[in-house]
């Protein structure tokens, strides 16, 4: 599998994760369009902060550690706010739809 972002093919694994991170936003696009996510400005704020973790420790936090620092920055969110960003598993699907390699283990540290 691969896809195709401004004219350049990025191979993926076998799960449709790129093997390398590509921090272009029309790579988001893309890929969140083959996920079936219409991105609003909340997928952009767990994007982005998918990113700067990925940025900072090199690769992303798992479910409990995104829930806890994530509600630290916005107060008030729960695992159904991110579960309804992504449903497939916000630890997961986040940082796939952020054009992130795919999360250590079971989904980061």
């Known amino acids: 599998m691969s896809y195709t972002i401004n004219g350049t093919e990025y191979e993926t694994d076998e799960q449709g994760f790129l093997l390398e991170p590509l921090?272009?936003?029309?790579?988001?696009?893309v890929i969140a369009a083959a996920e079936n996510i219409s991105l609003t400005d909340a997928h952009w704020e767990v994007i982005n902060y998918l990113r700067?973790?990925?940025?900072?420790h090199g690769?992303?936090?798992?479910?409990r550690n995104m829930?806890?620092?994530?509600?630290?920055?916005?107060?008030?969110?729960d695992s159904k706010y991110l579960y309804d960003?992504?449903?497939?598993?916000?630890?997961?699907?986040?940082?796939?739809?952020?054009?992130?390699?795919?999360p250590l283990g079971k989904g980061g540290y």
Do not use: C, M, W
């Open 23 to 29: 921090y272009e936003d029309d790579a988001v696009r």
């Open 52 to 56: 700067e973790q990925y940025r900072e």
């Open 59 to 63: 690769h992303t936090p798992n479910f």
């Open 67 to 77: 829930l806890k620092s994530f509600a630290e920055v916005h107060p008030g969110v």
């Open 85 to 102: 960003l992504f449903p497939i598993g916000p630890a997961k699907q986040g940082p796939k739809v952020a054009a992130l390699p795919q």
